[in-house]
């Protein structure tokens, strides 16, 4: 196990993020990895990765709309690093 499948569903669900999640979201945030069915995303700061927290539940039934059971059962969220600040 390579963790090819997946890399392959992390490009997926990449390339139809923003029809997903919408384009406010999407701005702030983007899929990173999979660990198993957790998606794991980063955000821009630390407001709107409260904010994305908070509406989890949405992103993931989003998620569950557009890719139906290949869709993620869990999202985890964490403040991208910004060299510098």
Not at 18 to 35: K, M, Y
């Amino acid at each position: 196990e390579l963790g090819f499948d997946a890399a392959v569903r992390v490009v997926r669900i990449a390339e139809r993020w923003e029809e997903a999640v919408g384009p406010e979201i999407a701005r702030h945030c983007q899929p990173t990895a999979l660990d198993g069915a957790t998606l794991e995303a980063t955000v821009d700061s630390s407001a709107w990765c409260q904010e994305l927290r908070l509406r989890s539940p949405e992103i993931l039934a989003a998620l569950r709309r557009t890719f139906g059971d290949e869709a993620p059962a869990d999202l985890r969220l964490r403040l991208r690093y910004a060299p510098g600040r």
